[in-house]
């Protein structure tokens, strides 16, 4: 099967160096939700060189300050799923920015750590 992320249409991406472009995403969990996504194909940030993940770190920044001056999120969660054990689809590395809102959902204490159900709220586990 062809992947997705290795041949991105040019007017889909919204900023690129060498190394690394950034896509909104097709399927937003908000407003806004950006790919960045190594030029190279790779699944994981496990296989990255380390050029490829500084890079992605330059990336982040970028679409981040594109984000603040065109959104103004309150604030971001940032992911990389690797394996389809951790949730990833498509076997090309790509680190999701998510722009979050004040009040997008009722607690977002716990943030990420969502991504197992019910392992979020630690605070209340007896936890200092």
């Given at each position: ?11 889909r ?6 190394l ?6 097709a ?62 689809t ?39």
């Open positions: 099967m062809p992947c997705i992320f290795c041949d991105i249409p040019t007017e991406i919204v900023w690129q160096d060498e690394v472009f950034a896509i909104r995403d399927f937003p969990v908000t407003e806004g939700h950006t790919l960045l996504i190594p030029k190279r194909h790779v699944a994981t940030w496990f296989e990255a060189t380390e050029a490829e993940q500084r890079a992605l770190m330059r990336g982040l920044d970028a679409a981040k300050a594109q984000l603040d001056a065109t959104e103004a999120p309150d604030g971001y969660n940032i992911g990389i799923n690797a394996g389809a054990a951790a949730g990833q498509v076997m090309h590395l790509h680190v999701h920015l998510i722009p979050r809102r004040t009040g997008d959902v009722d607690d977002p204490r716990g943030g990420v750590r969502h991504v197992i159900p019910g392992k979020g709220n630690y605070l209340g586990r007896g936890h200092d």
